[in-house]
């Protein structure tokens, strides 16, 4: 079984800052993308950040300059450090991993976590 748990969600006034993490753990042979997404009360999910296996980035443009997005492999950990936050990015964040378990599996699944609040007053 695998695992996802993030942490370091709160409250924060706007042009704070919070940084993001997420752990892997249980049966995991390999990682590949991780990434952030997140849900707005009434609006889709949608992805914030993503981070390949050997370390390029993809942001959405309404992140981009304030948020960074890095790993850890030996510890199977995604962050996401958020600057300069707004109102806006109000939003349950939640991690996404696409993990392979075993060797023998050969495939790559996507797993998430419970999801994690975060909110910015104003």
């Known amino acids: 079984q695998v695992q996802l748990v993030e942490s370091g969600g709160g409250l924060v006034q706007a042009g704070g800052s919070l940084r993001l993490s997420c752990a892997a753990s249980?049966?995991?042979?390999?990682?590949?993308?991780m990434g952030w997404y997140r849900q707005a009360p009434g609006k889709q999910r949608e992805l914030v950040a993503a981070?390949?296996?050997?370390?390029?980035?993809n942001y959405s443009d309404s992140v981009k300059g304030r948020f960074t997005i890095s790993r850890d492999n030996a510890k199977n950990t995604v962050y996401l450090q958020m600057s300069s936050l707004k109102p806006e990015d109000t939003a349950v964040y939640y991690c996404?991993?696409?993990?392979?378990?075993?060797?023998?599996?050969?495939?790559?699944?996507?797993?998430w976590g419970q999801g994690t609040q975060v909110t910015v007053s104003s």
């Open positions: 981070i390949t296996s050997d370390g390029s980035t």
């Open positions: 249980g049966r995991i042979f390999s990682i590949n993308a």
């Open positions: 996404n991993a696409d993990i392979r378990r075993t060797f023998a599996s050969g495939s790559y699944y996507g797993y």
